[in-house]
């Protein structure tokens, strides 16, 4: 699985980015797909992941009511809808694909990441 994710760029605090993740391959719709992120000088972390089917999502704490995941299988793209958006929300954001699920940084497949920077 190729992962490509897009839609990064710089917003002011309060404001919204839609992060976009496009897959290639015919099996897109049997993995699971994650959002990571990673700020200068740390770790990368969880941000959200999603079931293969769409049926169950997870989120960070830091995240959670404000960020949604989604995906459309149809069309392989896993989406990160970020709302009220922070400046400590300010990282590299990449999607990964799995075919389990969870919160680790661990997935099987990563994309290129994108640029997300929230000025205050």
């Known amino acids: 699985v190729q992962l490509q994710a897009s839609g990064g760029g710089l917003v002011q605090a309060g404001g919204s980015l839609r992060l976009s993740c496009a897959a290639s391959?015919?099996?897109?719709?049997?993995?699971?797909m994650g959002w990571f992120r990673q700020a200068p000088g740390k770790e990368r972390e969880f941000v959200a992941a999603i079931s293969w089917s769409g049926g169950s999502t997870y989120y960070a704490d830091s995240v959670k009511g404000r960020f949604t995941i989604s995906r459309d299988n149809a069309k392989n793209t896993v989406y990160l809808q970020m709302n009220s958006l922070k400046p400590e929300d300010t990282a590299v954001y990449y999607c990964a694909a799995d075919r389990l699920v969870r919160r680790l940084p661990d997935y099987d497949y990563w994309g290129q990441g994108t640029q997300v920077t929230v000025s205050s």
């Open positions: 391959g015919r099996t897109f719709s049997s993995y699971a």
